[in-house]
């Protein structure tokens, strides 16, 4: 049997004491000091805990098992003096996309490489705007294989990053040409780490980590040292600790430069690359013609910013040749447009369909990034057309991060990212991917797929928010008082 | 976690509770009777707090009408405001307001800060405390508290009813019906059988509930002639003396399923997949594997019990058919229901349910509560109940089989209201689960699947944790509840002029909706 890719998670705890989303306050002058105080009966053990790591440096303290909230303290309290609240820094956690309760799965996930699992019902709101406004389909007896949860492994995450030809042209008996192909073990890249945040070691974590699990990560070209300052004994991948004289050890095997300069020098920056990228414009065309010239094998990947022009430039760009097209949105998703920007949910749909209508769907690879927060945006996002996305702030997030937004004003960053350990870093951007795949083979599995690249463009095995309304209480109701998405 | 000790469970396992005896079981009744909270301190929406300026008058005890301000007899100083039953400063529009008429002024109304932490968007704190209220009473909730919708932005949230001006006036609340039908199918040589309320109780495994919560739902099951159900954890020989109501499950661990446990019951359902975790399978942490629940599903003591997703001698209608043809064999005179949840194709699979021979077609919604499912199943696989309802309803009209198949629906029903709503958009019944939780005390902190379960001692095998509940308290709280909701129910019949239950069914033009233009502000 083939070996089976797999993602190995290893428990990374936090620098930092994560910030939990409940507490318990109490006013003290009312406490009757009786002697079955409702703090030793914990079900959890918090206060106990809380005290120890008061007294003496016991670590952080998890915030998995801080409060849970179970409120019996609160209700068992002899007089009645302790109260539930919610932790005004957790409020403050992330923003409108990125809620606090994103941040904080997040965190979960880097350190523990689990996935978020939690019992009751759903507590959400019915439906909401972008991603939120899709469900993914279930088959009650279809499961990819027969073996239960244990039938996981054999689901295959893998895309291919390329062109695929609709047909062979053969040449004295042979293919005429065998366009390049790079297979991504996980339907997902790095994509460029916006440069506030990448002080210290978080380059380097970030390319380590995506060496440890064979995926790509893109990076501005002058983000990334000339290889011959590298030693190069030390080995890519995860090396804990690990400091040169010149910094933290890069793994240059899976990095896309993004190219300004086409001009540039890619083998002094990643000998032996296997992928460039290149910004759109007027002249891109020579630039990749360029670029193919000097090395057939490599392949050239167009970045381009999501715009409603979108649709009509990937059919040109594919029509002349384009292998990869990388659109990217903004941190929240939406597309840049004068007004009502659409959501990558809408875009991709739209360049999907152009592409599959014109029939040269698979002569291009589609890469999406940005406001892909959460697994379920993965998947949502290739069902919506993309073959793969490239993720750039939840890995930040996973080193802690908070997003609070103070490096932006050069405020002194509350999780001093510059002192990262890259080592440790790497296995908790390690940990959270290797729990987003877990979560899209769940996905994927509930739909009785068996391969993620059969469920890109599906969108049959997925519901729309609009099209269920419209087929339920459309009919019984007419029309909406306000467009769908408004 | 710090280790807590535990008892020995064999000493003190929960099936050797015999605080309820054996004939104790036979009488259980729908009268109502005041079930307090089980906690000293209950969450309330307001806070009222009493300062040491008070000098015992007892003004506060005289005037307030919602028994906030209690003195037992015998006593100089009156207790602790029990400040859940406060109606808020609103009391102050009324000439009841203790605050006003306090000569110390020491006391003070406010919002309760605990009470906005509670809950979340679909089960606010209002429809908790709600809840909360019909349980200990049986009386409807109070008007301060919002307890006919949640807050979720759609579906049963957005759903109202058109009333009348004026119900008719020769409709008698007692007149009314509640009563449902589960065989409808004609030329079935099998029971009619009826039940007065039209909800039954949910599967809950041995394992993942605490013995006497599930004891309680089995009681209220029969006080109210409807049915509970085991769940996949097996059959546990206390469910006996109830055995004409409950359903027995068969799930795909098979745990605990026998013939014996199929031969008993009046009701056999299949569960295909559950909402909660649509297309996945279940799991049983090895925490709450305790030595009972090992024996009854025949596994090792402490190991993680997973069900397998899907059932795997099913791979089409026909291999469904086989599985009740199974049922049949054994239990002739079982009426048989499928449970599944809400894929795309949701009415093919109502259709072929109903092809296979099944009485039921039960659809599990995905804002269903569960005791342990990743957060990405819940939040995004399958969709709401209240699409695939109305769906299969007019599937199976359309298809000429309405009349001769029950469907039931699941999986975020909270109130009476969305009882009428899901019967209004097509279903015939519903099955509830959180709601009778909620109405034991649980406040919905998600903790069902951690460690040793439930902290709260509802969602737990822990030995100690068990002990939270007694069986009587929980069984007067679901009757309570129960009542209330009958009672609500028969109000929303009755000032829609319908005299039954059943004439609900499907009536959509007694629906608006706020997003739409049809609904009102």
Redesign the interface.
Known sequence: MPAKYHIDTKRIPPRFRPVGK?GIVDWREDCAGCHNCVKRGC???FF??EADALREEVGYLDYV?QC?????C???????IL????NPEYRRLGDAYYTPDIVL?TWFQAETGG?????????????GPAFDS??????????PT?????GREYINTSVDIGRKPSHVVLENGRPKETPPLIENPVPLIFDIIPERFQRGAVFAAVTQAASAMGVLAVARARDIPPASRVDPNVPPGISVGAEEPHGPAIARDVLVPFLADPKTDVEALCPGASIVMVADGEGVGAVRDSLKKANPDRLVAIRMSASPRSAQRALELTRQGAEVIHLVFDAHGREEAASKPRHARDVLRDVHGALVKAGIRDQVTVVASGGIA???HM??AIICGADLIAVDLPLVVALECRLCGGCERDETCPVCLEETDPGAAAQRIVNLIGAWRN?LL??L????IREVRRLRGET??C?FFED?ER????K???????EYGA | MRAIAQKDPAVESPLADQRVSQADYASVSRRVRLAPPRYRNPIGKFSVHRDSNCIACGKCVEICPNEVHVRPAGYRLPLRPLDYRCIGPDCAKTDRYCVAVCPKGSLSVGVNPSFETLGDCRWTPDLLAGTWFMAETGRPAPAFLESETGDSGGGFDKLRFRFPDSAPKDLRREDISTRLLLNRRKNDPRAKVTIDVPWYGGGMSFGSTNLRALIAKARVAKAWNSFSCTGEGGYPDRFIPYADHMITQVATGLFGVREETIARARLVEFKYAQGAKPGLGGHLLGDKNTPDVAAMREAVVGTSLFSPFPFHSVYSIEDHKKHLDWIAHVNPGALLSAKVSTPNDVEMVAVGVYCAGAHIVHLDGSYGGTGAAPNVAKKNIAMPIEYAINGVHQFLVDEGVRDEITVIASGGIRTPWDVAKAIALGADGVVIGTAELVALDCIRCSRCESGRGCPRGIATTDPELLEMLTIEWSTQRLVNLYSAWREILVDILHRLGLDSVSALRGRTDLLMHLDYENGEE
């Open positions: 409940l079900v959890y053990g106990r805990d098992y849970k909230g179970c409120l019996n609160v209700q068992n309290c002899t007089k009645g109260s539930r609240v919610v799965s996935i978020p699992v939690s019992g009751a019902g759903y507590g959400g709101p019915f439906s899709m469900w993914t389909d279930m088959s009650e007896i279809v499961r027969r073996d239960g949860i244990h959460l697994p379920e998947a949502k979560q769940e996905m599995g509930a739909m009785g049959g095995r519901m269920l087929a339920t209480f459309g019984m109701f007419g029309k909406r008082k306000e």
